[in-house]
């Protein structure tokens, strides 16, 4: 089993950004967005693996304002749903929460990361 995640981008919070901004400063708030998930994606894979439960819960909101200043939605959803299982402390749940969001982090950035070039 292969499990993908749909890769789903609010094109409207990017024209925002991008009338609010301007092209050159959206660009850097979407490169340091990108940069930041990436990382923060890493740590919380980490910080399961190594029982950091806490510090999962922490990494996991920290996702949430990110993922949505640059129109990542889902990932702010499903990064919701890590919180969630943590605090109800369904060990399983979470597992496969947090490696969804692994996922479609993954495609998310690589969407965004080539979208960046595009004319919005």
Not at 78 to 91: K, Q
Request: with cysteine.
């Amino acid at each position: 089993m292969n499990p993908t995640e749909t890769v789903r981008l609010d094109r409207d919070r990017l024209n925002a950004l991008y009338a609010q901004l301007g092209e050159a400063g959206a660009e850097d708030v979407v490169c340091r967005a990108i940069e930041e998930l990436a990382v923060r994606l890493a740590h919380c894979e980490r910080c399961w693996r190594q029982g950091q439960v806490s510090e999962l819960r922490k990494n996991a909101r920290s996702l949430i304002a990110i993922s949505e200043q640059i129109g990542m939605c889902e990932i702010a959803q499903v990064a919701g749903d890590v919180t969630t299982a943590i605090d109800h402390g369904d060990d399983v749940a979470c597992a496969a929460t947090l490696f969804r969001l692994i996922r479609l982090g993954d495609r998310s950035l690589t969407a965004v990361w080539n979208l960046r070039d595009l004319s919005l």
